[in-house]
């Protein structure tokens, strides 16, 4: 058995025995190339991020979600800053300058601890899910300065246009994240806005 965090890289392809267990975030769904060598492989593998419980949530990603929301917000933060060139917003605000903008797309776990992180930091923040019931939940949990909107492409258009800050928290379990900006959406940005793509390692979002 052999337990890793990340995902073999190319050099490890062909170590990889038939009679073996190999357990770690894989990403299937990101990398093809790792997909069809660990199938060629004839291993056992098990992905870290694929194990359910009875109810359906992920154990082992939750963990390493909570970390990601939160960092998200503390990198995007950074990039904001004159020093990183950014364009020298801060997410709190100060008396009489507002508060900077985060647009946080995904309301399940990255998304919840991002919004809470920038909350926090008393950004105003927009957080968007396709789900009602889960919208309702943040709606009840959430500081008075988070605001929850239904995800749709009119509403993304709409929201990327004002934010400073964009956090990609889409997850769907096993497949690649839906792509949710678009090249066109960027020319609408302001320049300097900042990106964070949690969704990354299944393809970004």
Excluded: W
């Amino acid at each position: 058995m052999i337990i890793k965090v990340k995902e073999p890289i190319e050099q490890e392809y062909p170590l990889i025995q038939p009679d073996q267990l190999l357990f770690t975030y894989f990403h299937f769904a990101s990398y093809e190339p790792l997909t069809r060598a660990m199938i060629a492989s004839d291993a056992v593998c098990l992905a870290y991020e694929t194990v359910e419980l009875p109810d359906r949530s992920l154990p082992l990603l939750v963990p390493m979600s909570e970390v990601a929301g939160r960092m998200a917000i503390q990198e995007g933060a950074k990039y904001l800053e004159k020093p990183s060139k950014g364009r020298g917003v801060l997410l709190g605000g100060v008396p009489g300058v507002p508060p900077g903008r985060v647009l946080v797309l995904g309301g399940g776990i990255v998304g919840m601890q991002s919004a809470k992180m920038a909350a926090g930091l008393g950004a105003q923040v927009t957080l968007l899910d396709v789900s009602l019931p889960r919208l309702r939940y943040l709606a009840d949990v959430m500081p008075a300065n988070v605001t929850t909107i239904h995800s749709n492409e009119y509403n993304i258009r709409k929201l990327v246009r004002d934010h400073d800050l964009i956090v990609g928290a889409v997850l769907i379990p096993g497949a690649k994240a839906p792509k949710l900006i678009t090249r066109d959406m960027l020319k609408t940005m302001q320049p300097g806005t900042v990106l964070v793509d949690v969704a990354v390692d299944q393809g970004g979002c």
